[in-house]
């Protein structure tokens, strides 16, 4: 069974950067300087669990309503993880008050978040050597 839960980054930024690393520096060959984030301390946080309570997936919202580093571990895909984090973030992001969100998603990504009511907007862009593409969502 899987949880989702809010976490702080205080006593979890172990078990997140750990699920980053692994993901995006050692799967995707992300630059370490481009994955690191100085403002990680100010953002929300979002860790999902599998039983025993093991970290398998991983995302986290900004006070502008950017939804980023969402990554779930390669084996524990395509089990709704990514769907129940997203939800989570979602819920939080609309239970703060945020009126659209958004995010930079990487271009295989695209149709995952659109079947979560995200909307693609603009072109194609290259961060940390990877296509992406701004999608938006408005949360009335």
Not at 76 to 104: E, K, P, S, Y
């Amino acid at each position: 069974m899987i949880t989702v839960t809010e976490v702080p980054w205080s006593t979890h930024s172990q078990a997140l950067m750990a699920l980053r690393m692994a993901i995006f520096v050692r799967e995707q060959g992300i630059a370490l300087d481009d994955e690191l984030d100085p403002n990680d301390a100010k953002h929300r946080h979002f860790l999902a669990f599998d039983e025993p309570p093991t970290p398998v997936g991983c995302g986290r919202l900004t006070a502008q309503g950017q939804i980023g580093r969402m990554a779930v571990l390669q084996q524990h895909r395509h089990q709704g993880i990514g769907a129940a984090l997203l939800h989570n973030i979602v819920t939080a992001a609309h239970d703060a008050g945020i009126d659209r969100i958004f995010l930079h998603a990487q271009k295989d990504a695209e149709r995952f978040y659109a079947r979560h009511g995200f909307i693609a907007t603009g072109e194609n862009f290259f961060e940390a050597g990877i296509s992406h593409i701004t999608m938006h969502r408005t949360l009335t």
